[in-house]
């Protein structure tokens, strides 16, 4: 593993001194922490390993016990985690005390059914006595992407915190306090120490540590390029590996689809989280009888939103995550516009501080434009025109991802059929896709693979070992 780390780079290009915390609403720094040197990650791992060793052993009851008063105090200083996510990238702060929220119940959610989950499954096979044990493996590293920061963590290492594996955590650079607060918190919960490890390391790290032969699986939330390198590095060293990377998630509005409500949904689909989301609506295909009401619609709707401090509960729209994820937005929309793309709305940044884009809609992209296969992450919309259901279909599926994606129309049982054609991991009806912690999330194709939350998400990385006790 020492072989894996990256020394001379390191000193040729000098990895940062300091991981910093800048408030993208202002970008001006709040705080900053000292990453890991090598020997103190390698002092992580083994540690980690050895916190398996007992942590394995603990009952659902202890482990339970700790992931409740996880969720309690989640709930009891939601505020202060709040603000911390809003400082950290920018997140309304409505969205910041909702994602709080929604990490308790997905803590509570696998605190009470986690030994359900995991309990042993009798095989019914003819004339065999046998049974499937479900174990844990061992240290885990997940590696979380910044848009939803304690939420993506959340997702991850509760579900494997409870099957018995210890966890070690590689967060998104830009939200170091948001990743201290999290590892802090468990420990103030009971949670022995090493079971779950935050570690402030440079990327070029994540190899070595996915190569130790401690580390037994990888999961990763975050671009189709850090998905590549991780899954190619986790193939190499024959490790278990979760990837949910970008979408581009088509929503279909049908000809007879209720307007007013899909217009609404459109609005919330698109601008969850600044439009910085994996599964927020990105493509509008709408069929030709109906496109120029609801981009008029749309348009009136998406218009009235206005740049503000995301602390103030009266904001409507908050900066991008950071200076630079502004910046690459503004260059993909200009590509568009350079090859011929409609400006229907917005296009550009508005005259302030901090790293907002204005709310915007474009058409006429096609595919042979640059932008046409791309994940716009931040408030942009493309809006499609189809003559019927099924180009709508083919639109949809023109994609190189497949996460998650929505039909709007009054016959649900016609929206199934249509989702059902979907090549995607999700498709939700008259609604913007979601997560739930009872459900599975996850996608296909250059979405990634694996599956989380539900009771799928935690069998992901156990042992799924069959006892053979003989013929009956």
């Given at each position: 593993?020492?072989?894996?780390f990256?020394?001379?780079?390191?000193?040729?290009?000098?990895?940062?001194?300091?991981?910093?915390?800048?408030?993208?609403a202002?970008n001006?720094?709040?705080k900053t922490?000292?990453?890991l040197?090598k020997?103190?990650?390698?002092?992580?791992?083994?540690?980690?390993d050895?916190?398996f060793?007992q942590?394995?052993?603990?009952?659902?009851?202890?482990?339970k016990k700790?992931?409740?008063?996880?969720?309690?105090?989640?709930?009891?200083?939601?505020d202060?985690f709040?603000?911390?996510?809003?400082?950290?990238m920018?997140?309304?702060?409505?969205?910041?005390?909702?994602e709080?929220?929604?990490?308790?119940?997905?803590?509570?959610f696998?605190?009470?059914g986690a030994?359900t989950?995991?309990?042993?499954?009798?095989?019914?096979v003819a004339?065999v006595?046998?049974y499937l044990q479900?174990t844990?493996?061992?240290?885990?590293?997940?590696?979380?992407p910044w848009n939803?920061?304690f939420?993506?963590?959340?997702r991850f290492a509760?579900p494997?915190?409870?099957?018995?594996?210890?966890?070690?955590?590689?967060h998104a650079?830009?939200?170091?306090?948001?990743?201290?607060?999290?590892?802090?918190?468990?420990?103030?919960c009971?949670?022995p120490?090493?079971v779950y490890?935050?570690?402030?390391?440079?990327?070029?790290?994540?190899?070595a540590?996915?190569?130790d032969?401690r580390?037994?699986?990888v999961?990763l939330?975050?671009?189709?390029?850090a998905?590549?390198?991780?899954?190619?590095?986790?193939?190499?060293?024959l490790?278990?590996?979760?990837?949910?990377?970008?979408g581009?998630?088509?929503f279909?509005?049908?000809?007879?689809?209720?307007?007013?409500?899909?217009?609404?949904?459109?609005?919330?689909g698109?601008?969850v989280?600044?439009?910085?989301?994996?599964?927020?609506?990105?493509?509008?295909?709408?069929?030709?009888?109906?496109?120029?009401?609801?981009?008029?619609?749309?348009?009136?709707?998406m218009?009235?939103?206005?740049?503000?401090?995301?602390?103030?509960e009266?904001?409507?729209l908050?900066?991008?995550s950071?200076?630079e994820?502004?910046?690459?937005?503004?260059h993909?929309v200009?590509s568009a516009?350079?090859?011929?793309?409609n400006?229907?709305?917005?296009?550009?940044?508005?005259d302030?501080t901090?790293?907002y884009?204005?709310?915007t809609i474009?058409?006429g992209?096609?595919?042979?434009?640059?932008?046409?296969?791309?994940?716009l992450?931040?408030?942009?919309?493309?809006?499609h025109?189809?003559?019927?259901?099924?180009?709508?279909?083919?639109?949809?599926?023109?994609?190189?991802?497949?996460?998650?994606?929505?039909?709007?129309t009054?016959?649900v049982?016609?929206?199934?059929?249509?989702?059902?054609?979907?090549?995607?991991g999700?498709?939700?009806?008259n609604q913007?896709?979601?997560?739930?912690?009872e459900l599975?999330?996850?996608?296909?194709k250059?979405s990634g693979?694996?599956r989380?939350?539900?009771?799928?998400g935690?069998l992901?990385?156990?042992?799924k070992k069959?006892?053979?006790r003989?013929?009956?």
């Amino acid at each position: 593993m020492k072989g894996l780390f990256p020394d001379e780079r390191q000193t040729e290009r000098g990895f940062e001194m300091s991981i910093a915390s800048i408030n993208p609403a202002t970008n001006a720094p709040i705080k900053t922490f000292r990453p890991l040197t090598k020997d103190q990650t390698l002092a992580a791992v083994e540690k980690s390993d050895q916190a398996f060793r007992q942590w394995r052993k603990s009952t659902f009851a202890q482990r339970k016990k700790i992931m409740l008063a996880f969720a309690d105090q989640l709930r009891h200083r939601a505020d202060e985690f709040a603000r911390l996510i809003t400082l950290d990238m920018g997140k309304r702060i409505s969205e910041s005390q909702y994602e709080i929220e929604y990490c308790a119940k997905i803590s509570e959610f696998y605190a009470q059914g986690a030994e359900t989950f995991l309990a042993d499954e009798p095989m019914d096979v003819a004339g065999v006595d046998a049974y499937l044990q479900y174990t844990p493996l061992g240290p885990l590293l997940g590696v979380m992407p910044w848009n939803f920061p304690f939420y993506q963590v959340v997702r991850f290492a509760t579900p494997n915190l409870m099957a018995g594996n210890t966890v070690m955590v590689k967060h998104a650079s830009n939200v170091p306090q948001c990743a201290q607060a999290i590892e802090d918190l468990f420990a103030e919960c009971g949670l022995p120490e090493g079971v779950y490890t935050n570690l402030f390391i440079p990327s070029e790290f994540v190899e070595a540590i996915i190569a130790d032969k401690r580390v037994q699986g990888v999961s990763l939330t975050g671009s189709e390029k850090a998905g590549a390198a991780v899954a190619a590095s986790a193939g190499k060293h024959l490790k278990r590996s979760v990837l949910e990377l970008g979408g581009n998630d088509p929503f279909i509005v049908l000809e007879d689809a209720d307007l007013e409500h899909t217009v609404e949904s459109a609005v919330k689909g698109r601008m969850v989280n600044a439009g910085q989301s994996c599964v927020a609506s990105k493509r509008f295909i709408v069929v030709s009888s109906v496109a120029d009401q609801f981009l008029a619609a749309f348009k009136n709707q998406m218009s009235q939103l206005r740049p503000g401090d995301p602390l103030d509960e009266n904001t409507t729209l908050a900066p991008l995550s950071s200076e630079e994820a502004a910046v690459k937005l503004h260059h993909q929309v200009e590509s568009a516009i350079n090859a011929g793309a409609n400006v229907v709305l917005g296009g550009g940044r508005p005259d302030r501080t901090g790293a907002y884009f204005n709310p915007t809609i474009l058409t006429g992209v096609t595919d042979d434009m640059p932008t046409f296969d791309q994940e716009l992450f931040g408030p942009v919309a493309t809006v499609h025109v189809v003559k019927d259901e099924a180009e709508a279909i083919e639109l949809a599926n023109r994609s190189s991802f497949g996460l998650g994606g929505s039909v709007y129309t009054q016959d649900v049982d016609r929206g199934c059929r249509v989702a059902e054609q979907i090549e995607s991991g999700m498709v939700f009806i008259n609604q913007p896709t979601k997560s739930q912690a009872e459900l599975p999330f996850g996608g296909i194709k250059n979405s990634g693979y694996g599956r989380e939350l539900s009771h799928l998400g935690i069998l992901e990385f156990v042992n799924k070992k069959l006892i053979h006790r003989g013929a009956r």
